[in-house]
């Protein structure tokens, strides 16, 4: 369905590239696939939104105060993102 040349050139005439993984990979985007699977069972999935605006402002609130700053991640050492990224300037600057 994603392959499709109808969803092609919807993606072509909103100046969209297409993204997939390589056929049978399934590791090639597992960091986006556990991100976006937390936010549908931990925000999405428990809601109905009323509009758009409510959902986009409970989303970026998910992102911003809990999944950023909080939820530790093993691809980032057991680090917060916020901390992975401070710590990565932090290293950067001291080189």
């Given at each position: 369905?994603?392959t499709s040349?109808d ?5 072509k ?6 993204s ?11 960091v986006?696939?556990s991100f ?32 950023n700053?909080?939820?530790?991640h093993?691809?980032?050492g057991?680090?917060?993102p ?11 600057e001291?080189?």
């Amino acid at each position: 369905q994603y392959t499709s040349s109808d969803w092609r050139s919807f993606l072509k005439e909103h100046n969209m590239e297409i993204s997939m993984s390589r056929k049978g990979n399934c590791h090639d985007n597992a960091v986006a696939e556990s991100f976006f699977s937390l936010l549908k069972k931990d925000r999405v999935k428990r809601r109905i939104y009323k509009t758009r605006e409510e959902a986009r402002s409970e989303i970026f609130e998910y992102i911003e105060y809990f999944y950023n700053p909080k939820r530790n991640h093993g691809t980032n050492g057991g680090l917060s993102p916020n901390e992975y990224e401070r710590q990565y300037y932090q290293k950067l600057e001291s080189v």
